[in-house]
C-alpha cells in the first residue's frame, strides 16, 4: 500500500535511490529497474529524517520513537542505534568524517555524539530544534528551531551556551544548510522565505569565544523547570547583551595587548641586533682546506661546517696552507630579524704571518648597527668679558 515518503537522497554513485516512508521504512531503490527495490523495517515510528554520510558509506534516520540510526549504505544492515532522547528525534546530522553525529528532539535538546555512540555534548536551546548542521571544518554546530532563531555552537568551547544567535525569521526554521566553504548559512522556514546569512565575519568576532562563553555561562545556563517563558527570555536578552559588550571589552583589550608585544617585540629585536660581538666567536677555524686554485686564486675551504672559496693572492697562497691551523678566524654574530636566530656572518680569516684578512662567506653590514659615541669633550670655562667683570673700569689706565 502505497504510504508518503518522508525523505530522500541518492547514494555518491548515482545508481541508488534512499527513501524514508510515513510506514516507518527504509526502502533502496535502484535506478536501472525502478520496480526493483529493498525495504527495511527501520523504526518503530514515524522517520522525519533521512541523510548520507559525506562518502556515501552511511546512511542516518531518525524517528519519533526517539531514537536515530546509521545503517550500511550498501548492505543495509544496522550499525548502531542511539537513545538518549526523552522525545522524538526530529533531525540528525553526520560531520565531514562520520565520526561524529548530532541530534535534535522534541525534548529541546540537541545532542553530539561520537559514531561509536558515546555522548559528547549537550545543548539546550529552549526551543525545539527541527533542523542543524555541522560546519565543513567541525568547529561549528548550527541549529534552526521552532523560534525562528539561528543559533551556532561553538564545539569547542566549555561552555552550553549559543557563541551566536541569528533573529530575522519570524516562523519555525525547517532546513538549513552551510555552503561549502563554510562561510553562510541557508535556511528555510515556515514565513515562507529563505535566508542567507554571512558568518565568515564571525571569526574575529569569536576569536575569543571560549573566554566569552566561560564569562556568560552563568547568566546562560538552564535555570530549571520553574523558569517562566518570558523570564527566560528575559534573560537571554540580557546574555545577548553582557555577550556584546565583552565582545568589545575584549577586542579593545587584545588589540592595546597585541600593540604592546609588537612594540616590545621590535625593540627586543633592536637593541638585540645592535650589539654585534667581533672577533669573540668561540670556535671558529678553518677545519679543512682543499687544492689551490692559481687560476682563480682562491682556496675551498669548511669554516664553522660552511664551505666556500676562500680568495688568498698566489704570493701569499704556500704560507697560508702551511699554516692555516694557525690562522685566526673573526666574525660578526647577530640575533637575526626574527628575534631568534643566532646568525654568523662577516668571516675574516688572518694570515698566520702576515697582516692579511680574507672574507669568507657573507659579508654585510650589521642590523640596525649605531654608531659609536662620539667622545664627549670637557668644557672649557670660559674668560669674562670686560663688561662681565664687576672690577672692570674702563677710565683705568693699564
Not at 525562528?148 to 561552555?159: N, T, V
Not at 677545519?287 to 682562491?298: A, F, N, V
Not at 656572518?345 to 642590523?367: A, E, S, W
Request: include cysteine.
Amino acid at each position: 500500500m502505497p504510504t508518503r515518503v518522508t525523505g530522500l537522497r541518492f547514494s555518491n554513485d548515482g545508481r541508488r535511490l534512499y527513501s524514508s516512508q510515513f510506514d516507518n521504512s527504509l526502502r533502496e531503490w535502484t535506478r536501472a529497474d525502478s520496480s526493483n527495490s529493498r525495504t527495511i523495517e527501520a523504526h518503530q515510528w514515524v522517520i522525519n529524517c533521512l541523510e548520507t554520510s559525506n562518502d556515501g558509506l552511511y546512511l542516518l534516520t531518525a524517528s519519533g520513537d526517539k531514537t536515530f540510526k546509521i545503517w550500511s549504505a550498501s548492505t543495509g544492515t544496522l550499525i548502531r542505534s542511539f537513545e538518549g532522547h526523552w522525545a522524538g528525534v526530529e533531525a540528525a546530522a553526520f560531520d565531514r568524517d562520520a565520526s561524529r553525529v548530532a541530534s535534535a528532539s522534541l525534548d529541546s535538546t540537541v545532542k553530539v555524539w561520537k559514531q561509536s555512540g558515546e555522548p559528547l555534548r549537550t545543548y539546550r536551546p529552549r526551543t525545539q530544534v527541527r533542523a542543524l548542521a555541522f560546519s565543513p571544518d567541525g568547529k561549528y554546530l548550527a541549529t534552526g528551531g521552532t523560534d525562528g532563531l539561528l543559533r551556532l555552537w561553538d564545539l569547542d568551547s566549555p561552555s552550553d551556551t549559543a557563541v551566536a544567535t541569528f533573529r530575522g525569521h519570524s516562523r519555525a526554521i525547517n532546513a538549513l544548510a552551510f555552503t561549502p566553504d563554510g562561510q553562510n548559512i541557508l535556511t528555510a522556514s515556515d514565513d515562507a522565505t529563505l535566508k542567507l546569512w554571512k558568518i565568515g565575519g564571525l571569526e574575529a568576532r569569536l576569536r575569543y569565544s571560549k573566554e566569552i562563553a566561560t564569562a556568560v555561562s552563568r547568566l546562560g545556563a538552564p535555570q530549571g523547570e520553574f523558569e517562566t517563558t518570558e523570564a527566560y527570555n528575559r534573560r537571554m536578552a540580557e546574555t545577548d547583551l553582557r555577550i556584546q559588550q565583552i565582545y568589545a571589552e575584549y577586542e579593545e583589550k587584545h588589540r592595546q595587548q597585541r600593540r604592546q608585544d609588537s612594540l616590545a617585540a621590535i625593540d627586543k629585536i633592536r637593541v638585540s641586533l645592535t650589539k654585534v660581538t667581533r672577533a669573540q666567536v668561540p670556535g671558529l677555524r678553518v677545519d679543512s682546506i682543499g687544492r689551490y686554485d692559481p687560476d682563480r686564486q682562491s682556496f675551498v675551504v669548511r669554516i664553522n661546517g660552511q664551505v666556500g672559496n676562500l680568495d688568498v693572492p698566489i704570493d701569499q697562497a704556500p704560507g697560508f696552507k702551511a699554516k692555516y691551523q694557525q690562522a685566526v678566524v673573526s666574525a660578526d654574530r647577530q640575533l637575526d630579524l626574527d628575534g631568534k636566530t643566532l646568525v654568523i656572518f662577516n668571516i675574516k680569516v688572518k694570515h698566520p704571518d702576515l697582516q692579511q684578512f680574507y672574507p669568507f662567506g657573507t659579508q654585510r653590514t650589521p642590523y640596525y648597527q649605531e654608531p659609536e659615541p662620539e667622545p664627549v669633550q670637557p668644557e672649557q670655562p670660559q674668560r669674562p668679558q670686560p663688561e662681565d667683570d664687576p672690577f672692570y673700569n674702563p677710565d683705568a689706565k693699564g
